[in-house]
């Protein structure tokens, strides 16, 4: 392949694989596991891989990080989904949720905050959508209303991955309820063990208790708890879902389907099949396609263009990929394929969520078309 | 991490801009209607450019670039509709020579092509155009091959003084032959094609004698020489459809933000964005994979195959739907003679079918990544 990893890189990937193979159980899978079982793990992995530096390496060192490149997150990444994502949901905090707080937070939101999350003993939620703003996000009703040095939020949340085992809430709540929509929103950094704040479970097909719905009744927080300057949250939001592109490798979670549906195939005596052939040959590239782009995107950040449409792009293949991955689960393992546990079933889960987790695949195409084509909008 | 982009730009350039000029789409009609559509003053600006020799070893007076770099210039014919015999001499006729730089043959025609004043292609598939096995056989004579059978498909044939063959031996091996194109018993006969700004012709050889000092390359060296001109062929027909395809999506993006309908720009509908997403999708991926092919190649012909098949399958079927994509969204004009989206499908079409379809070249990437099939 044409982009070769340095001698550094393969030398930070190897001593990193084997020290997840050493802290990590064979087939360990997260999002397979109950929602308290695996957020004890993550805690117990992440302040392990914090010790080690392999926590936050892209980070500046003056937050505990090392400053390693783009390329070393795509390799911790790729790594960690290859090891069944140890981190559970701590990835979000340490892709996003902890470099916004670097862009905006104060000194000691920075303190506390990143110190804990780059010592790998927190976890966070998001608290964005809700039930009746999913990708018009920016109508969000949930209010947050400043009394006196506090704020006090209604409102509700939902498809929050991790709220029940979670320490703190990433919550985006409106805080100018007559400005135009984008600009009466900010960002708040919610404690989950406040007064007032419930946690509801949402039964999902990824995983027993993956989603939930949050109700806050008037729940106070300091103003201290608020990120950035008020009403400017979504701008901030749009500038932490840049950093979020960098560093979700589902293509490398893909091949390692890929390979166990090819040994199966072999183990079956399906491996002739011209059909299984065809559609294992047009799912690999698919996967390929999207490690490509992946580090496409990596290239981008280096070269300090973060809002490269690539990013876009990136996402949109990797859609496809999930999809094409599970369809061969299906074609291969036929009515098994619909058995719990089954080797398709987690595929299955992964590529049935692709086109609505993290965003539509829809409101991808909207993005590219207006901002990347300069198609007009529809009003 | 290595650096991803190769700076290519300049010459992306200058190609984009002299093409711009000399292969406008009346012009491109134009030629369609000669009978070998060739463009004498387009040649002349390839030359003045240093085209024709790009690839070619500075010791024969080439400029000793990168077969990626070609590659570019590929693209910009592509997206301008253009030809005359640029791809067929750079890729297969300097590319046949290069693989035998020791060569008299190589010594003699590489300086001409590099120079512009000579043209080649290579006669490589079967008369059904499949890249298996050659069409052409040889059998020994006392001092030579006699040759027979025919090859399809072969490019620019019409317009080239020198053209390879490749043919199998009564020995059972592989043949790289070079011979001029008026020899006796060689017969070039044009192949109308559907895409209507390439000219193709098939090749029919019935008592064709060479001597020994016409071949290339014999055997294992001949079957790799082969093997690395089919790659070449599969990554140039990528990188003229990846043209093809960002021509059409700039047409159609620029269509979708101008023609009204219901008293708005038929861009601000979803169901036309959305399209217009998708093809934007197919393009990106598909220029990232191309560019990591070629820089395989680049790096290791020989072991590029499997990133080779795998741009060539995946770009041209992505330049297949896009041009569908754009037709389709062009509306009534999109059918017409005059416009030239036909041109552009029509184009993505016979690159997606030649030197291996989509389907030929999956199942050689699933035969590299997975272990072949028993049998």
């Given at each position: ?10 030398a ?14 064979a ?5 397979a ?5 695996w957020?004890?793990?993550s805690?117990r992995?992440c302040?392990r891989l914090?010790?080690?530096g392999?926590?936050?390496p892209?980070w500046?060192?003056?937050?505990g ?9 795509v390799?911790?990444a ?6 069944g994502?140890p981190r559970?949901?701590?990835y979000?905090?340490?892709?996003y949720?902890?470099?916004t707080i ?9 303190a506390?905050?990143?110190g804990r999350i780059?010592r790998?003993?927190v ?16 109508s ?12 006090v ?10 709220a029940d ?5 990433f ?12 600009r009466?929103?900010?960002?708040f ?10 946690v509801h ?12 719905y949050?109700?806050f ?12 300057k ?6 901030l939001?749009?500038?932490a ?10 293509y490398a979670r893909?091949n ?6 090819m040994?199966?195939?072999?183990a ?9 052939r ?7 590239a ?7 782009l ?12 973060p809002d ?10 990797s859609?496809?990929?999930e999809?094409?991955a599970?369809e061969?689960?299906?074609e291969?393992?036929g009515?098994?394929s ?8 987690r595929q299955?889960r ?8 993290g ?9 590219i ?11 | 991490?290595t ?6 730009d300049?010459l992306?350039a200058?190609a984009r801009d002299?093409?711009?000029?000399a ?8 030629l369609?209607?000669t009978p070998?559509?060739?463009?004498e003053n387009?040649?002349?600006?390839f ?13 024969f007076?080439?400029a000793?670039?990168r077969f990626g770099?070609?590659a570019?210039?590929?693209t910009?014919l592509g ?5 005359s015999?640029?791809?067929a001499?750079t890729?297969?006729?300097g ?6 730089p ?9 300086p001409?092509?590099a120079?512009g004043?000579a ?13 298996g ?7 020994r004579t006392a ?15 019409g317009?080239a003084?020198?053209?390879m063959?490749r ?8 043949l790289?032959?070079?011979v001029?194109r008026?020899?006796?018993g060689?017969?070039?006969m044009p192949?109308?094609m559907?895409?209507?700004?390439r000219?193709?012709?098939d090749?029919a050889?019935?008592d064709?004698?060479v001597?020994?000092a ?7 060296a ?21 043209g ?8 159609t993006?620029e269509?979708?933000k101008t023609?009204e309908q ?5 861009g601000?509908f979803q ?7 998708d093809m ?5 991926t598909?220029?990232?994979?191309l560019a ?8 290791a012909?020989a ?16 330049a297949?739907q ?8 062009h ?6 003679w005059?416009?030239?989206?036909h041109?552009?499908?029509k184009?993505?079409?016979?690159d ?7 389907r ?8 590299l ?7």
């Open positions: 392949m044409n982009f070769n990893w340095t001698e550094d890189e393969s930070f990937r190897k001593e990193l694989r084997a020290f997840l193979d050493a802290l990590v159980p087939d360990y899978d997260a999002f596991l109950g929602e308290h079982e957020a004890a793990n805690k992995f302040e914090a010790e080690r392999y926590l936050t892209s500046p060192a003056e937050h990080g090392r400053d390693a490149s783009a390329f070393e997150q390799i911790v790729e790594e960690m989904v290859l090891h994502e559970g949901l701590q979000m905090s340490v892709n949720i902890g470099p670097m862009m905006a937070g104060t000194p000691e939101q920075k506390y905050h990143l780059s790998g003993d976890l966070w939620c998001q608290g964005f959508s809700e039930p009746d703003s999913g990708s018009d996000l920016a969000l009703r949930t209010r947050a209303v400043s009394d006196g040095d506090e704020f939020i209604n409102g509700e949340k939902i498809w929050t991955s991790g085992v979670a320490d703190f809430c919550l985006l709540a409106r805080t100018d309820p007559d400005a135009p929509k984008h009466g929103l900010s960002l950094l919610v404690p989950m063990d406040t007064p007032g704040l419930e479970k949402v039964a999902g097909v990824v995983g027993e208790g993956a989603f939930h949050l109700v009744t008037d729940v106070r927080v300091p103003a201290s708890a608020l990120l950035g008020q009403n400017e949250g979504w701008s939001v749009r500038r879902l840049v950093f979020e592109r960098v560093g979700i490798a589902k893909g390692r389907y890929l390979d166990r549906f040994a199966w195939a072999r079956h005596g399906r491996d002739t099949d011209p059909v299984i065809r559609q294992f040959a047009e799912a690999a698919a996967q390929e396609m999207a490690r490509i992946a580090m496409k995107v990596a290239d981008e950040r280096v070269k300090g263009r490269s449409p690539v990013a876009y792009v990136y996402r949109a293949a859609v496809r990929a999809r094409l599970m061969l689960g299906i291969l393992l009515l098994d619909i058995e719990e546990n089954s080797l398709a079933d299955m992964w590529g049935m969520t692709a086109g609505v987790a965003g539509s695949a829809e409101m991808q195409l909207n993005t078309a207006q901002q990347v084509l300069g198609l007009p909008r529809a009003s | 991490m650096d991803l982009d190769v700076d290519r300049e992306r200058a002299m093409l711009g000029r292969s406008t789409s009346a012009r491109v009609r134009e369609a209607d070998d559509g060739f463009d387009l040649w002349r600006l030359a003045e450019m240093g085209l024709p020799g790009i690839e070619v070893s500075e010791d007076d080439g000793g670039a770099d070609l570019v210039v590929l910009e997206g301008h509709l253009a030809s015999g640029l791809a001499t890729v297969l006729g590319g046949a020579l290069a693989a035998v020791g060569h008299t043959l190589a010594r003699d025609w590489l001409r092509i120079s004043t043209r080649a292609s290579s006669a490589l598939l079967s008369p059904e155009g499949e890249p096995s050659p069409g052409l056989r040889a059998s001092d030579g091959w006699r040759i027979s059978g025919a090859s399809g498909y072969v490019p620019d044939a317009i003084e020198l053209l063959l043919a199998l031996g009564d020995d059972g091996g592989e790289l032959l070079a001029d008026d020899t006796p060689l017969t070039v192949t109308p559907l895409d209507i700004t000219r193709f012709s090749i050889a019935s064709l004698v001597g020994d016409s071949v290339l390359a014999a055997g294992a001949a079957a790799s020489a082969v093997r690395l001109l089919l790659d070449r062929a599969a990554l140039a027909a990528a990188a003229d459809a990846l093809v395809a960002q021509h059409m999506l700039d047409m993006v269509y979708a023609r219901f008293g708005r720009a038929i601000s169901a036309v964005k959305h399209r217009c997403a934007f999708v197919a393009v990106t598909a220029r990232i994979a990591e092919a070629l820089a395989a190649y680049d790096a012909p072991d590029a195959t499997a990133a080779v098949s795998q741009a060539k399958a995946y770009t041209c079927d992505a297949a896009v041009t569908e994509d754009g037709v389709d969204l509306g009534g004009i999109g059918f017409t005059e416009h030239d989206a041109l552009l499908l184009r993505a079409r016979l997606q079918a030649l030197y291996g379809d989509s030929t070249h999956r199942r050689a990437a699933a035969d990544a997975w272990v072949p099939a028993a049998g």
